[in-house]
Nanobody, 117 residues
Framework: QVHVVESGGGLVQPGGSLRLSCAAT????????MGWYRQAPGNQRELVAE???????NYADSVKGRFTISRENAKNTVHLQMNMLKPEDTAIYYC???????????WGQGTQVTVSL
């Protein structure tokens, strides 16, 4: 079992910044890819950004140039720096960690990000 805990989030004005953090723990097994997804009301959950243990990253087109994902392998933590936030970034953000063979997905409880005046 992998335990995933998120922190950060909140209310910010358009153009502002927020930083999300996530820590994943699992006894005896390596945490592989980690990432962030989001889900707005009425929408499906979508990938925001992901990062491999080797540091290779992938971003949704809508956040490229504004969001940066990073991780610390020794601590199994991943961060999402969100700059130039827009109202359409408003959603619940979920941390994802992949681990095991076959690979399984593990999710955090979600953290609310609201971009509004």
């Amino acid at each position: 079992q992998v335990h995933v805990v998120e922190s950060g989030g909140g209310l910010v004005q358009p153009g502002g910044s927020l930083r999300l953090s996530c820590a994943a723990t699992r006894m005896w097994f390596t945490i592989d890819d980690m990432g962030w997804y989001r889900q707005a009301p009425g929408n499906q959950r979508e990938l925001v950004a992901e990062i491999t243990r080797g540091g290779r990253t992938n971003y949704a087109d809508s956040v490229k140039g504004r969001f940066t994902i990073s991780r610390e392998n020794a601590k199994n933590t991943v961060h999402l720096q969100m700059n130039m936030l827009k109202p359409e970034d408003t959603a619940i953000y979920y941390c994802n960690a992949k681990s095991g063979y076959p690979v399984k997905d593990y999710w955090g409880q979600g953290t609310q990000v609201t971009v509004s005046l």
